[in-house]
């Protein structure tokens, strides 16, 4: 199986760690956005995309890169997040299934956040993702990669 992560990971380098610990399990590369290139896309069997929350939001970054892309028949992909409080992730989902995607699982870890009023009282969710979290993350992938490869 061929699979890409698609990351951005900007304030504590926590969606970069989930995604890594992803892509030991289904072998992916991990990139930004800008390193795609958009006509490899179709090469993968699955790909990944994730960020962390922005103002109730996934990364402008990530969103944008998702809507640049042709409207077209594409293989299967995931959607993951991390946050400080529980995610609106069928947003993304939604973007990514408007491009052509089936997306077959999404993955929510909390994380630790100090988006502007919570830098006030030293952020919340401190130590996370922690070790557990990256195990569950592990072991997401490990059902990704079952799933992807018998329905293939």
């Not at 900007?10 to 970069?16: A, D, E, L, M, W």
């Not at 409080?85 to 052509?100: E, N």
């Not at 993955?107 to 009282?121: C, E, G, I, N, Q």
């Amino acid at each position: 199986m061929k699979a890409l992560i698609v990351c951005v990971s900007v304030s504590h380098g926590n969606t970069r760690r989930v995604a890594e610990a992803m892509g030991e399990v289904l072998e992916a590369t991990v990139v930004e956005p800008e390193q795609v290139v958009i006509d490899e896309l179709g090469d993968y069997d699955l790909v990944g995309f994730g960020s962390g929350i922005f103002n109730q939001r996934f990364h402008p970054r990530l969103r944008n890169f998702v809507r640049s892309l042709p409207k077209q028949q594409r293989g299967k992909a995931f959607v993951y997040v991390t946050s400080g409080f529980p995610p609106q992730i069928w947003q993304m989902t939604r973007l990514v299934r408007g491009r052509g995607f089936e997306v077959v699982d999404t993955f929510s870890v909390r994380a630790f956040d100090t988006w502007a009023p919570l830098r006030l009282v030293g952020g919340i969710n401190k130590g996370k993702p922690d070790a557990a979290d990256l195990e569950a993350a592990r072991v997401f992938a490990a059902g990704l990669r079952a799933r992807v490869t018998v329905g293939s």
